[in-house]
Structure formats: C-alpha cells, structure tokens
C-alpha cells in the first residue's frame, strides 16, 4: 500500500513558481487560492533556499483533529481529502495546519469566507471519479488516471517529489549520497540539534 | 438532579476534547472510511488495484532522473 506524500528538496528549488501555476491553471482554482505556493527563506541573502509547500497529507493531520463537522477523510493511501458538503468553513483548519494549507475563496459584497480549498494530491473528492461535479469543486483527478500530482510531475529540477513515501525516501537518498550533500538539511541533527551546537542553530 | 446536571455539563464540556480518529478504518479487510471511489476502481486499471499502483510506481521512479539514466523505472 502506498503512503503518499510531498518531498522537497531545497538544494534543487530554484524558486520558479512553476508548481504553483501548474496547480492553478490544471485545477482552475479561484482567484485568490492557493493551493500551493514557494517559501524563501533568507531571501536574497547568498544560500538563500526555497521550499514548494502546500498540504503535507499528514499522517496524523491536526485539521483533521480540530473539523467540528468531521469533513475530512483519509483514503487507503494516505491523501487527506475533504467533503466540500460538509464544509461550513468555519476556518478552524487553518489554525491548526502547521504549513497554512487551508485556503478560503472569498466572494460577496463581504468578502464573505466560502468553503475550505487546499491540495487534493490530485485525488479528487468524495464526487464520481473524474466526474464534472468532482472537477467543479475539488480539481482534476490525476491519481485516477494514474498520474502523480502535476506540480511534482512537471517540477523542471525535480525538486519538488510527489508519490509513495517510501520511494521517495529512495530517491532522495541517492541524490544525497551522489552528490554528498544534503543530509544536514534533514534529519536528527537538525530537529534535535548536534551533541556540541543547540537545537535551531542555522550553523549547526 | 444538581449531581445529574453537573455530570451532564462536564460530559458536554469534555466532549470538545475528543479527536476524530485517524487512523485507516478497516472492517472484515476492507477499507471502511468515508466513502468514495478508490483511484484504481476504473475500466482503464480493470479495477485492478496491482495494475493501478505498478503504474504509479513507474511514474514514481520517474522522477529520479538516476534511474531514467540507468534505463529504469
């Protein structure tokens, strides 16, 4: 069974924006939303780096936890979806998303907040697969089709990962080892800090 | 009645605490979340879910320009 899962990879991200367009323009996502977008940090600073982000599909979602009406669900491969239905948009999602996926369409005289939109992982909703109801409301369904999620898909650098957890973890794993670098960006060293240098240090 | 009360408050009050579960809901083996059609359940994978994730796989591999070198994937 596959968990699928977003991998990027910060020494590749050249900040292009292409993943966000693609998302836009294959889902035809409303002015406004956005489902993924590109954060720098240190920007214009040399070694600046750039990270795609958008839901992280996690496996132990807090938007999930906190949804008073229990829209979201989790299908057999780990794609966090939402039942646009249920949705009252009351925004708690977004308070708790650590990567602030959750985005709300506004529309009216208001600027009222409409139902929660985020990434799919190009899975669809809860709609007939690959139906126009479906499309209207949650995007094209790649995975039906058998594809990856398009902003992963059509990443020029290839920064951005889209699939099966573990192959992803594979693949990164070479490219670490080919390139011998890489692996003090992720892992025990630094979440937890190193025996001589403390937690968060951007030196350590 | 005030004890009945009480009990009744705290048990509403503490219902806020609870969190939906998450983990894969699985009944007699099968996959009993929320309902909606798994991505290989089409004519164009025979409803095969083997041929649906082979598939995937392959795109997967993919998108290690390594392995498109090598000839895999």
């Excluded at chain 1, 229990?70 to 977004?94: Q, R, S």
Aim: with cysteine; aromatic share 10%.
């Amino acid at each position: 069974m596959a968990r699928m899962k977003f991998l990027c990879d910060a020494e590749r991200c050249i900040e292009c924006n292409a993943c966000v367009t693609a998302c836009k323009n294959e889902h035809e996502v409303p002015w406004g939303v956005n489902r993924r977008r590109v954060v720098t940090m240190n920007d214009g600073v040399p070694g600046e780096r750039s990270m795609s982000v958008a839901c992280m599909h996690c496996s132990d979602a807090p938007c999930m936890a906190v949804c008073p009406v229990d829209c979201f669900y989790k299908t057999e491969d780990g794609v966090v979806l939402h039942d646009k239905d249920l949705c009252i948009g009351c925004g708690y999602c977004f308070y708790a998303c650590p990567f602030g996926a959750p985005q709300f369409p506004q529309s009216g005289a208001f600027g009222m907040r409409g139902k929660m939109d985020k990434c799919t992982f190009c899975a669809g909703g809860p709609e007939k697969d690959t139906s126009e109801e479906e499309f209207a409301k949650y995007g094209r369904n790649r995975l039906a089709e058998g594809k990856l999620p398009v902003c992963a898909e059509m990443c020029s650098t290839k920064a951005l990962l889209g699939g099966d957890g573990d192959v992803l973890a594979d693949i990164y794993r070479e490219r670490v080892l080919v390139r011998g670098k890489g692996s003090e960006v992720w892992g025990w060293g630094t979440a937890y800090g190193k025996p001589d240098k403390p937690a968060g240090d951007p030196q350590s | 009645m005030r004890a009945a009360l009480f009990a009744t408050a705290l048990a509403a009050l503490l219902a806020g605490c609870g969190e939906t579960p998450q983990h894969y809901q699985y009944q007699e083996g099968r996959y009993a979340g929320k309902p909606d059609t798994p991505p290989w359940n089409h004519d164009r994978f025979e409803h095969s879910r083997e041929q649906w994730h082979e598939q995937i796989k392959t795109r997967n591999w993919k998108q290690s320009e390594y392995t498109r070198i090598r000839g895999g994937g």
